[in-house]
């Protein structure tokens, strides 16, 4: 959804964009965009290809819960403390003119659970072990 918003805003926009930057909650998501050799179940790999093929695994980043004004709504607030809140506005460190320091890749650097259900599991089958049996 952050692609294909970046989109509509770079058609609609009468400025140049230089660098574009996408923020996730999310680390198992960061994992699932740096991972080059686990296989998914076919919902999440065909989400994880739309998002590499549209943008950068560089261009992620992550964001506590408590600065992502996207889980502000969903807390029980009331219209006035919404209004006050950064729902409107955003964090406070995307206003910082240098985001250089907070925009390291080290958070898409984590691995992915072995036990994680998205990632397919290998099935040995006869045919597998006959191979490996002829192989030695």
Known sequence: MAKH???ILQKELDMQIDEEHFWTDSK????????????????????VHQIKTATDVGQWHHISGSENPADIASRG???SKLQ??????G??????????????????NKGIDANDPEVKRLKETKAT????????
Not at 30 to 45: D, G, M, P, S
Not at 91 to 108: A, G, V
């Open 91 to 108: 964090p406070e460190f995307l206003k910082q003119w240098d985001l250089r320091e907070r925009l390291s890749t080290q958070d898409i």
């Open 129 to 136: 072990k006959l191979n490996q049996e002829q192989d030695l």
């Open 28 to 47: 198992i998501v960061l994992a699932y965009l740096a991972n080059e050799q686990k296989r998914f179940h076919v919902y999440v790999a065909n989400r």
């Open 84 to 89: 006050e809140s950064m729902w409107f506005t």
């Open 5 to 7: 918003l970046s989109t």
């Open 77 to 79: 607030m009331n219209s």
